[in-house]
């Protein structure tokens, strides 16, 4: 192997790195905004006051503003996870690209394609890689996201209606958003990141999900 593919290969596997890095960070944050949600419904463990009061140095909570720019927030986050997930894939079909065209022997080719897999939580996704070949371990990380997205997207929306009494600002904003979700959702469906079924199956669940919570919460109708 000479020493511009070494470069290539050292280039496209940093890349996968970085762009793995820059994918769970902003999974963390969904994470933190499905959970975030909840709590603030739900009242869970008085939460909302406890965030103010150490975070923010308010002594009261204040539900309108939160409402109002969490839905913007989910949306903006959202929207970047699916561009990150497209060049992370990308970058991953890359390496092993590499690896298959300049290995010079097959020795060669097992010894680097051990080092293709990063750490992110996505390389379940991946066709090829240890945690894809698991149908129980991709089936149950299937089941995560798509819960994930579908609870911080209803949380929000809800949380919005429910603040504003469904007066005219807050629905037409809602239904925008609602919108912005469901087309994002469609290029999902169609999006070449994710190789298979599984990009249709994140998408069609989540929307099933994002519909079904956001009756369920005016079901439940949480103060």
Known sequence: MNEDFERLLELSFAQAEKLAVALERNWTIHLVLAAAGLAIVFDVGNLPEFLVKHFVDQD???????????????????????????????????????????GD???????????????????????????????????????????????????????????????????????????CFFLLYAAFFKSRAVAGTVGKKVAAISCILLIAGILLLFFLDPK
């Open 60 to 102: 009261t909570f204040e539900r309108k503003p939160v409402a109002l720019i969490l839905l913007p927030i989910v949306l903006f986050y959202f929207m970047k996870f699916g561009h990150l997930l497209t060049s992370f894939f990308d970058a991953r079909r890359l390496v092993v690209e590499a690896v298959e065209k300049y």
């Open 105 to 179: 022997t097959p020795a060669e080719q097992a010894l680097l394609s051990g080092l293709e897999e990063t750490t992110s939580f996505f390389e379940v996704f991946f066709p090829g890689s240890d945690p894809y070949k698991n149908e129980t371990l991709r089936f149950v990380a299937l089941c995560i996201v798509s819960l994930v997205f579908s609870t911080e997207q209803a949380t929000a929306i809800y949380l919005l209606i429910q603040t504003y009494n469904a007066n005219y600002v807050s629905i037409v904003m809602t239904v925008s958003i609602l919108v």
